[in-house]
């Protein structure tokens, strides 16, 4: 597809899009970029644009919370500005043992947990039931690259609508996704409008509560968002963009 060109844009310069869901998640990216974020206004909200150290103009977006609101959000955007990445970043409920509060996750695949349909069978996937897709794969090279940069766990991260608050559903969710490293809620539907523009795409999140039994006051919120924005002092952007032209 062919991107479209705003004219606002420095030409040769590689681009990339970050979309979070809240505010608090914003400002931890930016503070890993350079100072001076500028507001770029959209016909709906606006983007903060802010440049890495490696020389990459990178756009912050508060795209919302929940798949839909990243997915019609995310897609907006995409139809305005060019990009050479799209990355989902924010905050997740890490699977224990292998993403303690505070870990890095690399998404290997993002996977919608929850869209299908409740059978007499138990849970079917829409994939299951003919009729869609529950998954994405991001490029593997890049996932490696952003992963041994940021000392990361990598798996598959899901996406959910509604927080896990039980043991039962945590066991039940590992047992059909056995290398599930996270949960979150935005990174399929940011994946879908990526898609559809022809962007590549990433999931990088951070660790803020383990998945399982609700304890919202044992969510570990300052600690996530101090390693969201460690994450984004360390990406190397501009080798990520080239490696995933190659
Ligand atoms: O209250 C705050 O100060 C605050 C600061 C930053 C972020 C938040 C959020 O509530 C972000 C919601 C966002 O977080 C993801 N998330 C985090 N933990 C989980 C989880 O266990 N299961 C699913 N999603 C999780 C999710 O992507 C939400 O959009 C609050």
Redesign the pocket.
């Known amino acids: 597809m062919t991107q479209p060109q705003h004219g606002d844009e420095r030409p040769g310069t590689p681009r990339l899009l970050v979309a979070v ?2 505010q ?2 914003a400002e931890a990216v930016l503070r890993g970029l350079r100072d001076g974020a500028r507001p770029v206004p959209l016909d709906v909200g606006e983007l903060r644009r802010s440049e890495h150290a490696s020389g990459t103009e990178v756009d912050v977006l508060v795209a919302g ?2 798949p839909s609101a990243a997915a019609v959000s995310v897609a907006a955007v995409l139809a305005q500005h060019p990009y050479d990445l799209v990355i989902s970043a ?4 890490g699977f224990v043992p292998r993403a303690p509060i505070g870990a890095i996750v690399l998404a290997e695949e993002v996977v919608v947990a929850d869209l299908g349909a409740q059978t007499q069978d138990g849970f079917q996937d829409v994939s299951e039931l003919g009729f869609g897709r529950i998954r994405y794969t991001p490029a593997p090279g890049a996932v490696r690259l952003a992963a041994d940069a940021l000392d990361a766990a990598t798996g598959t991260v899901l996406t ?1 609508s509604t ?2 608050g039980t043991a039962e559903r945590a066991a039940e969710l590992t047992a059909r996704h056995p290398h599930a490293v996270a ?4 990174g399929y539907g940011v994946a879908q409008a990526a898609e559809r523009y022809g962007v590549p795409m990433l999931e990088l999140r951070t660790v ?2 383990p ?1 399982g039994p609700r304890d919202r006051a044992a ?1 570990r ?1 300052g600690e996530a ?1 101090g390693a969201l924005e460690r994450a984004f002092v360390l990406l190397p952007c501009r080798e990520l963009i080239q490696e995933i032209s190659r």
């Open positions: 869901a809240v608090a998640e919370v929940g924010g905050i997740a409920g959910v927080v896990t949960e979150a809620m935005e803020s509560n998945v969510w919120i968002l």
